[in-house]
């Protein structure tokens, strides 16, 4: 069966550090992968996704970049943090085919200090 | 632009009683829709797409295309159904992207 697995659980940085949070998917090949945003209130913001190796898709300006090395493997990185930065990282995956529902992670708690 | 609205941030019901939790949506396309569901302390989780018409832990959802509505509903409420639901609606073209809704969070009170 499929597992995702993403780290670490909770992260403390100071403003202006580097960050790398990962994800990794088991048990399925070329899945597509997803970075949201998770908000109190204001329910999840798509990030990044990405099809394929090196394929990264924007949704919304910001900070943050994402990066796919391997097939199942998805970075999300920042050169500078920022105070705003700070929230509820997910990542997903999602067959490849058409119309499939996503599966989520457990989550990064990011605090900006 | 596709919309997704959960007009509702927070629901309240009796255990036993009947819950409906409200999604909207617009979308030019034939959409494809689906609820979330995340329990205190454990991942966000699949409960049921439209297009499986299937019933999970009693719930049900009907997709009107007249009212673009997809409601989440339950004849009888139990405590464990407490937790937050998204109300989530796929694009079409690459991607499986999703649009979520602001979420409602379903206390079932004894």
């Known amino acids: 069966s499929q597992t995702i697995h993403q780290w670490p659980a909770t992260l403390v940085q100071p403003v202006g550090s580097p960050l790398s949070l990962e994800c990794t998917v088991e048990?399925?090949?070329?899945?597509?992968l997803y970075w949201y945003r998770q908000a109190a209130g204001r329910g999840l913001q798509l990030l990044f996704y990405s099809v394929g190796i090196g394929q990264i898709s924007s949704e919304v300006p910001q900070n943050l970049s994402a990066s796919r090395p391997q097939d199942r493997q998805f970075i999300l990185s920042s050169k500078k943090l920022l105070l705003s930065d700070s929230g509820f990282y997910l990542c997903?995956?999602?067959?490849?085919?058409?119309?499939?529902?996503?599966?989520f992670g457990d989550g990064t708690r990011l605090s900006i200090l | 632009a596709q919309r997704v609205t959960q007009p509702e941030k927070l629901l309240s019901v009796f255990k036993g009683a009947p819950v409906e939790l409200k999604c909207n949506y617009s979308y030019s396309g034939s959409p494809e829709l689906f609820w979330y569901v995340q329990y205190s302390r454990q991942r966000l989780q699949l409960l049921l797409r439209?297009?499986s018409r299937e019933s999970i832990k009693g719930f049900t959802a009907d997709l009107n295309k007249g009212e673009t509505s997809f409601h989440l509903k339950k004849p009888f409420a139990q405590e464990e159904d407490s937790a937050m639901y998204y109300c989530?609606?796929?694009?079409?073209?690459?991607?499986?992207?999703?649009?979520f809704g602001t979420g409602t969070q379903l206390k079932v009170e004894l």
């Open positions: 997903a995956w999602s067959p490849g085919q058409a119309n499939q529902p996503q599966h």
């Open positions: 989530a609606l796929s694009e079409k073209g690459g991607g499986n992207k999703l649009t």
């Open positions: 439209h297009i």
């Open positions: 048990g399925t090949s070329n899945p597509n």
